[in-house]
């Protein structure tokens, strides 16, 4: 048992991953089965880069004492079929010569904590509610002593500007950069001077004047979420309806009654210059308003539960919580099936076209990995795997590709360049192109397993040869 204060041997093995995704995400791992099939240099990279997070469970099936024919495109195609019935997450990645590949195949991943680079901060200052409103209200910056008025919250110090902007200046929010402007200039005015008349040293109006940017922020429903609520998965509710769909209709009901067209408030706010109680008190004023608003949308979610016969608990309290604080970063990611890709009506030939315009587009490489399977169904092998055959096998190579190309009504030009590559790879696994996509491919896991981050949608190309990369609906 760990001594209080100090770290379980969990806690200093998995520090830095824990700050990725937390206890939860942790958990989701240890508790995952992963099973890797062909045990290549690629799948051995893509487990080691699993087991060294903490994986809980795997299962390794190498197609050794299968014949070549049986680990086609027919067997992908069949087991693909067979996991897409049955809501298991592909992921096929595989590496050929400099070239990388990785399809993901899932028909829906919801994502609550997606992690957005640049989350802006939910201040709600553009539309305070009673709580914060009050709370600013009670700030008297003209009749402070220097220590309170050097101490005061950034926050509340543009809250006070934004009222006095409102009655003087505009009923709207700086927008241009000449308001913004002249907003920050308002600030600077109230900025104690010394008897000299020269503005005191004040780090918190300096602050209040660097975060105007940020601080003056629309509240508004991100476009993706209006889209979540607007998802038939989330307006016809089904007692198959996972937590997810049931919270995404619980936030909306929220939205369209106790929020008043807003999202639950979040609860935090940043760190900043002020003094330890004034800074607990604005953070307080923000938690309680998180806490309310979650409550709101518990009750919405219990009554939702109930009318689909599904017990109150099947919701839990932490899933609820955090659901709320990341309402507004939700994401649901759905792929098109392997045989939606590979059959000739359902191929999204929009996609391939529009990226041709770039004669080296990586989706240059991803045409060029289906002429070699289209090789291997013909030749029983990959183009160029004997030396004495690369030559002889390049008029081959380019016969399956203008084959695959018309098949496909694809008038799109490939240079010879690339085929004669083709041959010269042999279907090697070099092992640092093999490492790289084993990193990519274990982290695309790992989101999907802990419903952290966002997946990319659908197919992923890696060209060894120009150090790019790029993701395609296909």
Not at 155 to 182: C, G, R
Not at 295 to 314: D, I, T, Y
Not at 369 to 397: C, M, S, T, W
Not at 418 to 442: D, L, N, Q, S
């Amino acid at each position: 048992m760990a001594q209080p204060g100090r770290a379980s041997l969990k806690e200093q093995r998995y520090d830095r991953q824990l700050r990725l995704w937390g206890d939860h995400g942790q958990e989701a791992l240890e508790s995952a089965h992963v099973c890797v099939i062909n045990a290549t240099a690629t799948g051995t990279e893509i487990l080691k880069n699993l087991v060294l997070p903490g994986i809980g469970s795997f299962t390794i099936v190498d197609g050794n004492l299968v014949s070549g024919e049986d680990v086609g495109n027919n067997t992908l195609l069949r087991l693909a079929e067979l996991l897409w019935n049955s809501n298991i997450p592909l992921l096929v990645c595989r590496t050929y010569g400099l070239v990388g590949y990785m399809r993901v195949i899932i028909k829906e991943h919801t994502v609550v904590e997606s992690h957005p680079d640049n989350m802006l901060e939910d201040l709600r200052l553009d539309k305070p509610f009673p709580e914060l409103r009050e709370h600013v209200q009670s700030y008297d910056l003209d009749h402070m002593d220097k220590k309170d008025h050097s101490h005061t919250p950034w926050i509340v110090i543009v809250a006070k500007y934004l009222t006095k902007w409102f009655n003087e200046k505009s009923d709207q929010l700086p927008k241009s950069y000449k308001e913004k402007e002249a907003f920050r200039q308002l600030i600077r005015q109230g900025i104690l001077k010394n008897e000299n008349g020269t503005p005191e040293d004040e780090e918190n109006f300096e602050e209040a004047i660097k975060n105007v940017n940020t601080a003056l922020n629309t509240t508004e429903i991100p476009r993706c979420i209006v889209e979540i609520f607007n998802d038939d998965c989330c307006i016809n509710l089904t007692e198959q309806s996972p937590s997810f769909w049931i919270l995404a209709r619980a936030v909306k009901e929220f939205v369209a009654n106790e929020g008043q067209g807003s999202l639950p408030v979040r609860g935090t706010i940043p760190d900043m210059i002020a003094d330890s109680n004034k800074f607990i008190k604005l953070q307080n004023v923000y938690r309680e308003k998180a806490k309310r608003d979650i409550a709101a949308v518990g009750n919405h979610a219990a009554k939702l539960l109930q009318s689909l016969g599904k017990a109150p608990e099947s919701i839990s309290e932490r899933e609820l919580k955090l659901f709320c604080s990341n309402s507004a970063f939700l994401r649901v990611v759905r792929c098109r099936s392997l045989s939606e890709e590979y059959g000739l009506n359902t191929f999204n030939k929009d996609e391939i076209i529009s990226h041709m315009d770039n004669p080296d587009s990586e989706l240059v490489l991803y045409l060029m990995l289906r002429a070699v399977d289209r090789f291997y169904k013909q030749h029983g092998r990959y183009p160029g795997v004997y030396n004495y055959q690369v030559e002889d096998d390049i008029g081959k190579l380019k016969s399956c590709l203008t084959g695959f190309l018309q098949e496909h009504g694809l008038s799109v030009v490939v240079k010879d360049d690339y085929v004669h590559e083709f041959c010269r790879y042999g279907a090697a696994e070099p092992h640092a192109i093999a490492a790289f996509m084993g990193g990519a491919a274990a982290q695309e896991v790992i989101k999907v397993i802990t419903g952290q981050f966002v997946i990319f949608n659908n197919t992923y190309i890696y060209s060894g040869m120009s150090q790019t990369s790029a993701t395609f609906q296909l």
